[in-house]
């Protein structure tokens, strides 16, 4: 017994080990294996003092000691599998140490409380399978019913808590989705929908119903619903044709019966109206029809009847072709029918749901010729005339000949005609889709005409159906020709014109000749010709003529006219004239002017045909006029321009010239315009004064222009310029003044002349006069006062330029300083602007010229401004200084004007 005893005590626990440490407490673990058949029930903790081990306080609620802990509540509970009578879960047990769980139990909630769960047999019970999963199957249960499931875990040490979790056994079937018609006939339909089986209870069976007028019965199926995957389908027949169903189908499974799902479908329909009716060849006794109709779905149209109405009723269609499908056309071919008449014809399709509607259409068979189009003259000439014209050929009924007539001297006489061309071949094709119509060209000639005469002319086609309507236009044999179209006269001469002109040949008569008659004083008379030679032809429908014996100088009455085979044409008249005497100069111009000679020059314009072959200068002296001496006689220049040389004059004298023109034709009149001139005298007084101040090396220079025109024959050989000087004895004299080097009165160009006068002070008000001469004598003197400009004005607005302040400057020469940017303004003075300006910088003990940046002087910022600059360096940062600037001008120097800048 001892030995038994001792083989069930406990074992020596391990792996002490502190889980926490307080103040006050310690939080200790071990581990601590069970005996078999005799597990742990409690520990014992003592802890040592200073003499021996005593027993510890423990901080449990059940102030216990260490024990062993029940299970706790299961998690991750879920459903596995479901059943139409149950399900099978899943849990997660956690084992607490040194107790694992042995065994769970199962409850399900009822109406009122709570009892044991069916398992079935021993497989369905709660077991462990793999580390802490539990498995169970529960069944026993309703289908399509939600329970509410509890579960514990038991250990050695007793029952761990509840874990509650809702779960539903397998669904009845879901109402069937997409339900629609696959494929209709006239007795049925087949039918397709949409239906996946629920979880752990598949659809065992379809159920299909056909609605009646009173209540919904179970539909005759040829084949019962079948599945494939989650399609089903079913076939009802036993129905009537183009009639709509109501329909509804639900599932089947072991929870039970689904949900009805309800659609309206229709049988097949008897063929619709047919569509696009139209002739596809119409016949002199029939006619070619086709149609489209289309299929009913599940009823293919089988056969088409096609009727003619008659002045009573509808009768059937005499048929040499019947109704026969091509493609997706029906085609028939009507016979014993009238030519040139229209017939009301009508089709319908059947199939087996019936007899469709029909659709009435109206159609002609072959009409006879429509009238000829496009009738023109091909050919036209003074005695015939040939035709041509195009007939449209009749669909089913070709053209077999034409007629073709004139109508003269009151009767309408008919001409052979002529085919162009072989005759096309009829198109003979059962299936043609498209008309088959032809275009013939026919053509006929009439003979024995008369010229320029008018007819008209008719014709007609004729085919199997009879002849049809007459074409009638008016044509005319070849015409005389047309009025001439502008004679031009293309050489002038005093007795004698060259003419062209232009005249059109008529179609099929061209000019043969041409007629020229000039107007007499009795009437027309023939033009004489040169050399009596005819108007010829030059080129294209251009004629030339030479007409001789005119008068110069005066307008002729002409007129010209074609003639061909059919006769004279129309006349143009025109007025022309011969070459004229010359007009009367213009521009007379005195080109050159001497003491006693004078060249003269004017414009004129040799008369067309007659050049000018000479001029008579006449000079107007006391009260009469009388003949130029002539140095140089009249003569051509060039450009229309003659000139001549006339001698003897008075010097300063006032003369009248006037000139005419001489050609074969004759002496022209004098000219209008007079040139009253005078002979050379003395120089005009100086004009156009201008001056200005210059600087110079000692001074100021004053530079002084003016312009004196030269008399003709006289030119000015110097000039004078004098300068009012004052005295304290004296009054004022003129005296020359002291010019500049290269400074005395000179001519530079044309009429232009110039001085340069030094010792002129500045501010001082000056009287200068100028005189011209010449080989004549002196002019008179032109006087002008001025004041010479002062020193220029004193600057304003130093300041720091707004534009370029430089804040550090870095000078290759002058290294790393200071520098600024100033700005200023001056005013130019009245004929002495500034020259430059002076830049001046106190620096302890007195005033610097200013050191600029790259040695660059002050400027003006634009050459028409009054703003100056200038950039100043080798300074100093932070310190302020005192600038002065003053101008500089042609007169002198200006006061300075200080300001003081940072910088």
Known sequence: MGAASSANLPPQASGLRCK???????????????????????????????????????ALEDAVGPRRARPEAPSDLACTARRHNGFDIEWQVLDPPGAAALSCEIQIGGSFAWGYADHGDDEGLPRRCENNIWRARIVGLQGNTAYEVRVRASNAVGEGGWLQQPFKSSDVPLAPAELTCSNRNSDGFDIEWMMPDPDGAPISVCDVEIASSLSWHAAMLSIAPARRNDRWRATVVGLTAATSYDVRVRGRNAAGEGMWTQNRFTTSKPPSTPVKVKCRRRRTDGLDIEWALDDPDGAPVAECEVEVASPLSWRKASLSLVPTRVDDRWHARLAGLAGATSYDVRVRGKNAAGDGPWVQQRFQTSDCPSPPQGLSCTQRAPNELSVRWQVLGV????????????????????????RQGSRPQSKENDHASEEDVDVEDWSATFVGLDGATDYEV???????????????????????????????CIERLPDKLVLEWDIADPEGAEVTNCELQLAGTMGWYSAMIEAEQKPTRCTGNTWRASITGLPPDADQQLRVRGRNASGPGAWLQQALRTSDRPGPPWELTAAELWVDKISLEWQVQDPVGAPLTSCDVQVRTAMFWSTAAYEIEPRPLGEGRWGAKVAGLTPDTSVEFRIRCVNTCGTGPWSENILAGITPGTPEKPRSFTWRVRPGPHGPRLELAWQVPDPGGAKVTECTLEIAKESMFLSSRWAAPEFDTDGMPKRTQDNQWIATVLGISAGTECDVRIGAQNSIGKSLYYRARFVVPG?????????????????????PRLGANEGVSLQWLVDDSPKAEVLQCDLQVYVSPGWKPAVFLHGEEPNRVSPDEKNWRATVVNLSAGCTYDFRVRAVSAAGEGEWYQQRISV
């Open 458 to 488: 008719r014709v007609r086609a004729c085919n199997s159906v009879g002849p049809g309507e007459w074409c009638e236009q008016s044509f005319s044999t070849a015409w005389t020709p047309p009025a001439p179209v502008a004679v031009n």
């Open 20 to 58: 926490a440490l307080e103040p006050t407490a310690l939080l200790l673990e071990w581990d601590l294996a069970d005996p078999e058949e005799s597990p742990v029930t409690h520990c014992e903790v003592q802890l040592a003092s200073s003499w021996s081990w005593s027993s510890v306080a423990f």
């Open 791 to 811: 020193k220029p004005a004193t600057p304003s607005e130093l300041c720091r330029s707004s534009k370029s302040f430089i804040s550090r400057l870095v000078s």
């Open 395 to 418: 669909e089913g009924a070709p053209t077999l000949g034409c007629e073709a007539q004139i109508f003269q001297n009151g009767y309408w006489i008919g001409t052979g005609v002529k």
